[in-house]
């Protein structure tokens, strides 16, 4: 008889415990339709804290709502600035129990707006350069998607691009930055940089067969993207293979005559060919003009450009210095070819003057414009502007 009353008294108070718990899931519920979160959030905490709600679809099914609702009201910061996670494990663990299926659309509905959170809140963490805390993000939000039979491709985008700011600072990334946008590739992704970053981290990886196929499979979905035609000549470029990227870029300047991005790229790969010394030196001397005319033509295009604008200077300041570097050895008995030289070689620099001194308007503590300009002061004589340069560089 005693065993049977200690029963029964278990009995009602597992009732009385499952009885709390509904009643406080109500009032959750309740205040929730009434858009008082606060109350929501209250009664809900209370309710899911009963051991009887490990087996309550509904209940977990209430938390999700409510936690989602938090996440896109004002008061989240406030309320439960992790509500997102919050309402995903609770969908989860409500999807789990619900083997009725009687909240199935709701939560598959409501899966795909938190989903949606997972991005955005992924997208904010990317753009502070939190790639570590951005990737888990963009996971979840692929995974949504995928529960429901559906492929996230910006996600997977996201993803990917996260792994290539990675791999770029280390290598240890590279073959999974690989694998993510191999992936959007294989699902034909309408976006040209999934291509040319592809391509990009091939030739990194010293695959350049690979890079050629991917840009290829670009070319074909894009015909005559510039920047896939860019990506090829930089392919080429790193291959030294210059005919074939000034083929390629001519072919993109044709088609977009004030792309600033293609003139800078022919100007940079005619550099390259006036430096190869297995050239004649008159076709040598005709890249150094070309050069310079195309670096001419994009800062024509854009006057702020600095790196176009650098390398003109660039290019000017380095023929000075041979021309002057050849004229130091001649010997003493050559004095008229060596003031001819100097001259020349002056006036090289002087060319490069406005173009280095536009440079440190632009990027005032950029060293490397002003290790030149301190040069050019020096050996130009221009005593006032040396002090100001040597100046800022005993900041640097």
């Known amino acids: ?28 519920y309740n205040y929730w339709m009434k858009k008082d979160l606060v109350k929501a959030k209250e009664f809900i905490d209370k309710a899911i804290a009963y051991p009887e709600a490990v087996t309550d679809s509904k209940v977990w099914f209430y938390r999700g709502n409510i936690y989602l609702d938090i996440q896109l009201s004002p008061a989240k910061a406030v309320l439960a600035p992790d509500a997102i996670n919050v309402a995903y494990d609770a969908y989860l663990k409500a ?26 809140e992924g997208i904010s963490y990317f753009q502070q350069n939190n790639f ?25 985008y996201g993803a990917a691009l996260c792994l290539e700011k990675k791999a770029s600072k280390d290598v240890v990334f590279l073959d999974q930055a690989i694998a993510k946008y191999q992936y959007l590739v294989d699902i034909k992704m309408k976006e040209v940089s999934v291509y040319t970053s592809l391509a990009n981290l091939y030739k990194d990886k010293g695959n350049l067969d690979k890079a050629s196929e991917i840009i290829g499979i670009g070319k074909s979905l ?17 291959t030294n293979n210059h005919a074939k990227a000034v083929s390629s870029l001519m072919v993109a300047k044709e088609k977009e005559p004030k792309n600033v991005s293609v003139l800078y790229a022919i100007g940079v790969t005619y550099d390259l060919l006036k430096n190869d010394t297995k050239l004649p030196d008159a076709e040598r001397a005709d890249y150094f003009t070309k050069a310079t005319d195309a670096y001419k033509e994009a800062i024509a295009v854009d006057s702020n450009y600095f790196d176009a604008i650098f390398n003109l200077g660039a290019i000017y300041f380095n023929k000075g210095g041979e021309v002057i570097n050849e004229a130091n050895k001649l010997p003493i008995s050559e004095t008229a070819k060596y003031d001819k030289l100097l001259a020349e070689g002056n006036n090289y620099l002087n060319l490069s003057l406005p173009y280095l001194e536009k440079c440190e308007k632009i990027q005032p503590l950029d060293k490397p414009t002003l290790v030149s300009l301190k040069e050019i002061y020096t050996r130009l004589n221009k005593t006032e502007k040396l002090v100001a340069i040597n100046a800022k560089l005993s900041t640097l």
């Open 132 to 156: 570590d805390g951005a990737i888990p993000l963009f996971d979840k939000a692929i995974k949504i998607s995928a529960d429901n039979h559906v492929i996230d491709t910006l996600a997977n």
């Open 95 to 120: 999807r789990e129990l619900d083997t009725k299926e009687e909240f199935k659309e709701d939560i598959t509905a409501r899966m795909a707006a938190i989903g949606g959170e997972f991005f955005n």
């Open 222 to 238: 894009f015909p005559g993207n510039t920047d896939l035609i860019i990506t090829e000549a930089n392919m080429y470029i790193s």
């Open 1 to 28: 008889m005693k065993r049977t009353l200690v029963l029964f008294a278990l009995i009602m108070l597992v009732s009385a415990a499952f009885a709390q718990m509904k009643k406080d899931r109500t009032s959750a």
